[in-house]
């Protein structure tokens, strides 16, 4: 799998400890925002929602690992665009209740509030139960089938109520979108040269 992790600026101290957690687990991982608080430039929430937006609509990372301060904001934020199913994390409960109800590619975590002992332990055991089941495969098992026609049925409704990836690219701020993809090495590590024709790479084409 690959998973991308994206800190933005109010948790970027808690990036090693994510990176941490995640490290050893066979997984390929992209490294791709903020690593030190008060670094500049800075990414915030609304940076980093859109970013993770564009790292799954390009189909250049599975899974989207992000969060703030309390968890919400990224939450929102990447949950304005299409394609797009977050979760709010906050326990390993949580990781393993919302891969097998939910099936989904994204996780915003609380990385300030009540974030002190042992919580990169915590990351860590959220990490071991979010890939220890099967993602979408209904919990409980009498509920599986209702769970996974749900699932299909948010997909569904979030594909008739949002815009094309590309054409939300070209109503946003211009400054928002120049902010996110021009963060040191963001388009390297969205793999930009590669990327096969599409109009969403298109849309981007302008701040290579």
């Not at 690992?65 to 299409?82: A, K, M």
């Not at 974030?115 to 009498?142: C, R």
């Not at 979108?177 to 388009?187: D, H, I, N, Q, S």
Request: charged share 15%.
């Amino acid at each position: 799998m690959k998973i991308v992790i994206l800190s933005e600026t109010s948790a970027a101290d808690r990036n090693a400890d994510i990176m941490a957690a995640l490290e050893g687990r066979g997984h390929t991982l992209i490294n791709a925002g903020m690593k030190q608080n008060g670094a500049k430039p800075e990414l915030t929430y609304i940076h980093t929602g859109l970013l993770g937006a564009l790292f799954l609509n390009l189909h250049v990372a599975d899974f989207v690992v992000g969060g703030c301060g309390t968890g919400q904001g990224f939450l929102n934020s990447v949950l304005q665009y299409p394609g797009v199913a977050c979760g709010h994390v906050l326990t390993p409960l949580d990781a393993w209740l919302f891969t097998q109800i939910n099936g989904g590619n994204c996780i915003s975590l609380m990385l300030n509030q009540a974030y002190g002992w042992a919580s990169n332990v915590n990351l860590k055991m959220i990490f071991d139960a979010l890939f220890s089941v099967e993602s979408g495969i209904g919990y409980p098992p009498h509920r599986k089938e209702s769970q996974q026609n749900s699932r299909k049925v948010l997909t569904a409704v979030s594909e008739s109520t949002h815009l094309a990836m590309h054409e939300i690219i070209q109503k946003l701020p211009e400054q928002i979108v120049e902010e996110a993809l021009t963060y040191p090495g963001m388009l390297d590590a969205l793999g930009f040269d590669q990327l096969p024709p599409s109009a969403l790479k298109e849309a981007i084409q302008k701040w290579r």
